[in-house]
């Protein structure tokens, strides 16, 4: 209900009766005349200084893994045995392994695949959850109790075994489909991501509950709109806030899901050094490489922290309920 | 109370039956056969292989597997061991022991942790304790249990000295020296999977308790003249654990993945590192069998966290 409830004490109340201009996309005019959605959760978003640093820390991060391999040109698989398990150096920043490969090439590599396998499955796991949510939702009754009784039981199966299960089983036949990246990428954002749906189906369907008896949308169904136009024009917008706030921790999730599967020597193959695999490698070599693991664990917790922050500050922005 | 232990009894057995179907759907769906290790290997005759086939059945509808498996399951006869050549039952239940052992003791750490911390910071909110708490805790339940654990050990095992990082089931010890071997080699596990949960928990208790202290019914409890502590502990904390209960709840698959990788960090030998090396070894019955185990575990500790509910809140237990 607190939806309505501005958290803007100042902006807006120095000019209360000028909010008519409906102009969302005016956000670059010399003149702030209103403000949308958008710009009243990013003036929101702002004030958690933390969330803010966290968003650089993690567009830095971003670029450089994404940039990073063109610019640092050393190859990842280039063995060296002159220079095995070297400390941090100029040449090396982040020390070199068993084969004296470049530690820093690896990681930058590695963030790249951790940092998609993270995306995907959070995509995966918002599709599902968005789709199993609005469906019972929508239509309740038996539907709903059905759906439900699947979510209440996909959340208390426990889902490390079952990845590890799952991706026992499947990963020979995926490997022989797709090759051996692909099909361990296919498998382990299908895993992460079909195990991870559930928290976000639990809060589109409770936010269905409350929206689908609101009087737009009511308006909407006076005026003829089928349920389908319903939902996908007026009931879901409305539902998205708290979703973005749960896919963003879910990218945390299955990053850290991947590592774990990596570390455990289960997920990507050796030749593909993702954070985790990186560490699964390092962790013999503790007592006299300890920078082998450091690093790559290292981004690992950076990664996951910031975006666990950034989640904490779009809840703020974007969750009515939440007002500071 | 009985009768609503019995309902939750009665609610627990189709989670279970779920399971083992989604659990056999898993199986039955994955490409391969549990077989191919002797389909491989030379010196079972093909004769043997297909009597093998026909015995277990391995070419009937899937629905007549499902029921013979489960009543299989259900009659204790688990299978037997591809590697280890024992009984399935056996190698499980002598490694539950150190699991449970582990797991109790780290969330009885993160009980230690979360519930003062959170009280406290929610009674002062915004407070350079609440701060430095709430940043704690973020990075505590940012931090992997994997990559806690190599740091642990790189502190406390190679730098210092202090403690032993691979996990020993065979001390020859006795008495108290026993006790102080084990004591020593369990710090750094419990450590790793108590630290991680208490970070997560202690968010919990906070904005748990935050959202009963501002009730009329504290306020009133204060106005009576009551001492804080016994507002704080008897009016507010109460009423806050009821929801911090069900999130605790909610968290148990995810310790229990926790434990899954601490164990293999220590090398512990309880059946996280047991369905791990069966991975490894492609040993199906084993891995069966575990996550099976898993699961039931999962509902257990589901169903303890209902009754504690139950306690805490009478409204619900008689209904």
Redesign the interface.
Known sequence: MAGSTLASPTAESQRPLDAAAPSPAGGAAPRRRSVSPAQEAWRRFRRHKMAVVSLVLLSIMIGLVLFGPLLWKLPINDIDFSARLAGPSLKHPFGTDDLGQDIFARVLYGGRISLAVGLAAMMMAIFVGVVIGAIAGISRGAVDTALMWVTDLFLSLPQLPLLLLVIYLFRDGLKGVFGPEVGMFILIVLVIGGFRWMPVARLVRAQFFSLREKEFVEAARALGATTPRQVVRHILPNALGPVIVAGTIDVAAAIIAESTLSFLGLGFPPDIPTWGRILFDAKDYLDIAPHWALFPGFAIFLAVLTINYIGDGLRDALDPRRVL | MGPYLLRRLLIAVP?LL??SV??FT??A????DPFEELATNPNVPAEVRVMLRAKFGLDDPVWQRYFRWLAAMLQGDWGFSFISRVDVDTLILQRVPVTLAVIGLSQLLALAIALPVGIISATRPYSVFDQIAN?LA??G???????TG??L??LFS?KLDWLPFVFRADISATGWQWWWENIKQSIMPVMVLGLFQGASWTRYVRSAVLDVIRLDHVTTARSKGLPERTVIMKHVVRNALIPVVTLVA?Q???V??GA??TE??FRIPGIGSL??DA??R?DTPV??A??FV??C???FF?LIADLLYGWLDPRISYR
């Open positions: 989670s779920g399971i989604v659990l898993v199986l769906l994955a490409p391969g940043t973020f990075i339940f940012s931090l992997p249990t994997f990559f190599l740091l050990i790189l190679i909610l148990m698959p995810a229990f993945g899954i990788v293999q960090i369905l791990i991975i490894l492609n891995i069966m575990v996550t898993f699961a575990l999962v509902i589901n």
